[in-house]
């Protein structure tokens, strides 16, 4: 990309989502103006932005949005030189993408789901869903990685990236209801793939800790209860 | 692409999603071994090649399985030589990921809904919904095809492909229930549209005619019934 691009990114600090199109732009070098949204008091800008969805995180590049998460970490790979984020090899990225929707089809609603349940019968169906969800990643990891550190082989791609922005979330969730999302005994090989993760400096740059999700979940469980 | 390709498609006549890759592959000009399924009883090769998900379509590339019906669109496009499918735009290209997603995540759960509502009010619940995204593609479409035929714009695209897939269903929709999913009077410009996709050679190739869509249907609820 030539020229001077303006990117504003509205965004939560707490979204994985949002965590995603941060760690997209950070693997590329780019720099953004970083704008935090109060979704409980939702700005014109994201309104405006994100008509559809009135979520985060939007990307607004030279005054254009940009929405969806997947949508625009495709984006950014797409625009911006730098490392790939998507694999190269065509099946390869097939499989990530694939990967990377069922991260969003399938794990997203079942471990949000145990946050959000309204009843212990409720939980505890999430979190079922939540396992057998974890089992089929564990599966993917030990054939989409080779025996390499990460999903997208011997450093952090796309894959990594959609399912690794919802890691901090999942110590919260042990830490509100002793659900361990990813154990070593049954995923021994995403345990290993998470701590490499957590420890890598496009993770720590922008992933918050578990205490902020907990207070997230608590201000929005008490929202809800209002 | 150099050399010969073994590629075998295991589809459904009547699936959407199945339509799209055949669309994607006819506009590709890729000739393939298109195998019919039977969903009430899933041959080896399906739950083989779609552990997870178990569903059609899967396109079998040179024996590699690929799965979900956009990642495989996407997939033809990228390795095949022809028109391309996805805009050359880059965010042309991600609006129409987000739409594609739209259609999707939005509207096909509200329109599948209507045929698979147990009761009238859920049946009406369904409907308000698959007007109210009608309504945003019918917006969708005023922005990205900028006055001309299609979607992606003189010709056939992505979100033409994704969303046209369905267009038999609502005429089926219509025959089963008498809800006019896309009226002339709330969404005229989908309603040119329709007619366009319709008539095009690539829809004609694939897409069957809503009486099979009909049968299907009642296929479907006398196995829910059981």
């Known amino acids: 990309m030539a020229g001077k691009e303006d990117l504003k990114l509205l965004g939560l600090l707490v979204s994985p989502f949002v965590i995603r199109v941060r760690m997209a732009l950070s693997t590329k070098g780019v720099s953004y103006e970083y704008v935090e949204q109060d ?6 800008l994201l309104l405006k932005s994100n008509p559809v969805h009135k979520k985060v995180p939007v990307l607004i590049h030279n005054g254009k949005p940009l929405c969806e998460s997947l949508v625009i970490v495709q984006y950014v790979d797409e625009l911006f030189a730098g490392p790939s984020i998507l694999p190269t090899d065509l099946y390869e990225r097939a499989t990530a993408r694939f990967w990377a929707a069922f991260v969003d089809d399938k ?16 939980r505890a169906e999430k979190v079922t869903e939540t396992s057998a969800a974890i089992g089929q990643m564990e599966e993917a990891f030990d054939k989409c990685s080779e025996g390499k550190a990460f999903f997208g ?13 919802c890691l901090f979330w999942f110590e919260a969730v042990r830490r509100m209801f002793g659900v361990e999302i990813i154990s070593a005994n049954k995923a021994p090989l995403l345990t290993a793939w998470a701590e490499r993760f957590r420890e890598s400096a496009e993770a720590k740059e922008v992933v918050p800790g578990a205490d902020e ?11 809800a209860a209002k």
């Open 39 to 44: 979704l409980f008091n939702k700005s014109e």
């Open 107 to 122: 794990l997203c609603p079942a471990w949000i789901g145990i946050l959000k349940a309204k009843t212990e019968d409720e």
């Open 153 to 165: 082989g011997d450093s952090i791609g796309y894959l990594d990236i959609v399912f690794g922005s």
């Open 213 to 223: 999700a907990v207070q997230y979940a608590n201000k929005l469980a008490a929202a």
